[in-house]
């Protein structure tokens, strides 16, 4: 189950941070997206050590906790995307997939002429399209 | 006297050159943003996109005309038609209907059920006073007045307020009987 | 998405922008008539970038963010690639498309040809107002890139236009 999403902007401001779990966890999982940050970073300017594909927007896994998997995306325009599973099997194409569905919502969401860059994602139909694609996770490779 | 059957908006649109839309729609939505920045009331940018949607209609219509084989359309029912089912296909790639005639024919609304204009658009609470597709109203003004129609034209639905569609009414002021009043000077 | 409109709704809408900035709401300070246009290009840009560069590796330097405007991102736009590319390899890129659209299209303008005495300058001076807008695109796509510079257009070998990128250091 997806716990967590984020998305940051390329100065590590948040630009929208949305957890789906009923417990009252909200300040560890935003705790855990924030440290993904320098994960992030660090798989950026080291691509070698860390086996990356060059320049790839995925970022795989950035780092197992005991009960999360934290994965990492970042665009050409240097907009982290962050997601937080408690599924410890994970499939690399759904987590793709996802990503990929993610950022296609967020594009549609920075294209409203009353959005501000690097300005918080308060639309609703992002929100709502979010929330779809996180409970839709790992139910089909498709679309 | 019956004109030439005009063409279909579809066949026209088919034959235009296109652009994506994209373009067209982060542009006006740039547009309308900067506008909202420099005139500051929004009452202000209503009028002004109408105004510069009357400039843009009331050149627009020679190629509406050109392309569309309506050679002249005497009777405002048949204009309002054409322009939504030929005109806006041709320009915009979506068709439009028209409903809600009044019993003299003087009034009827043009309804889009989707919109290019619009896509990505979400309006701030700040801008709820907003038209934000007014430069539409004032296009469809132009071009009718080109055609000795002097018209009013008004939203009634806007579906970035909320409603199911867009409906823009317009109503038949003046029948100007001359053919061409302005002279292509062309 | 696909979707399509016809290319006299974009060419009508640039006209009347520049022609509204220009003539109406800024008529005696065509400096601010010109900044304005230009930031409208720029949102445009940016924007565009973000939609454009979407399931695309990142760019590694200057130069492959540069190729990426000329080609898929002129494409997109244009339906042509830029025809030609220059660099000093100091930070300033030139530009060239040899027919660039939005001039060629421009040329049957009423707005351009009535000038009344000097028909030519007037020309001249709209057409370089309306290229604020083109600069202002590519700006904003390079500086979403993480890219700031500088963007002016040249266009002393109509119908041929060269744009001009110096990027900031």
């Known amino acids: ?143 | 006297m019956a004109p030439v059957a005009p063409r279909s908006g579809d066949a026209i649109f088919a034959s235009v050159e296109h652009v994506n839309a994209e373009l067209f729609t982060l542009t006006y939505g740039a547009i309308v943003r900067q506008l909202l920045t420099d005139l500051e009331e929004v009452e202000e940018v209503n009028k002004q996109l109408d105004q510069m949607g009357y400039n843009i209609g009331v050149r627009l219509i020679d190629e509406f005309l050109a392309k569309s084989n309506v050679s002249r359309c005497v009777d405002f029912k048949e204009t309002a038609d054409v322009i939504a089912k030929v005109g806006f296909k041709m320009f915009l790639g979506v068709g439009a209907s028209v409903t809600n005639w009044d019993a003299d024919g003087t009034c009827c609304s043009i309804v889009l059920e989707d919109n290019p204009l619009v896509d990505f658009v979400e309006l701030p609470d700040t801008c709820q006073g907003l038209y934000y597709c007014n430069i539409l109203s004032g296009v469809v003004r132009g071009a009718l007045e080109m055609v000795s129609m002097k018209t009013e034209v008004t939203w009634v639905r806007d579906m970035l307020r909320g409603d199911d569609a867009f409906e823009l009414q317009v109503k038949l002021l003046k029948q100007v009987p001359e053919e061409y009043p302005y002279k292509d000077d062309e | 998405m696909g979707r399509e409109v016809s290319e006299s709704c974009i060419d009508s809408l640039l006209t009347e922008m520049v022609s509204s900035y220009c003539n109406r709401f800024y008529s005696n300070t065509p400096e601010l008539a010109a900044r304005r246009i230009e930031a409208i290009g720029y949102q445009v840009g940016h924007q565009l970038s973000e939609r454009y560069t979407m399931e695309r590796p990142r760019f590694t330097d200057h130069l492959e963010a540069i190729k990426f405007i000329c080609k898929d991102f002129w494409s997109e736009l244009f339906k042509k690639q830029i025809d030609n590319l220059k660099t000093n390899h100091k930070g300033t890129f030139v530009l060239q498309d040899n027919k660039f659209r939005w001039l060629s299209r421009m040329s049957g303008d009423p707005s351009v040809e009535n000038g009344t005495q000097d028909p030519e300058s007037k020309a001249a001076q709209a057409m370089s107002m309306y290229l604020y807008f083109p600069c202002g695109i590519i700006r904003g796509a390079l500086s979403n890139l993480g890219i700031p510079c500088a963007v002016s257009a040249d266009i002393s070998s109509l119908p041929a236009c060269s744009f001009v990128i110096r990027i900031k250091v």
């Open chain 1, 1 to 143: 189950m997806i716990v967590c999403v984020a998305v940051v902007g390329h100065q590590n401001n948040p630009l929208y941070i949305q957890s789906f779990t009923e417990a009252d966890d909200a300040l560890k999982l935003h705790h855990i997206v924030h440290c993904s940050l320098d994960v992030v970073d660090e798989r950026v300017n080291n691509p070698k050590k860390s086996g990356l594909t060059l320049n790839e927007t995925f970022l795989g896994l950035l780092y197992p906790t005991e009960n999360y998997k934290v994965y990492g995306y970042l665009t050409n325009t240097k907009v982290k995307f962050i997601l937080v599973t408690t599924d410890l099997d994970v499939r690399d194409a759904d987590v793709r997939n996802f990503f990929r569905r993610f950022h296609a919502a967020y594009v549609d969401a920075v294209s409203n002429p009353f959005h501000v860059p690097g300005k918080k994602i308060t639309s609703r139909t992002f929100a709502e399209r979010v929330s779809n694609i996180v409970k839709s996770f790992g139910l089909s490779s498709a679309g």
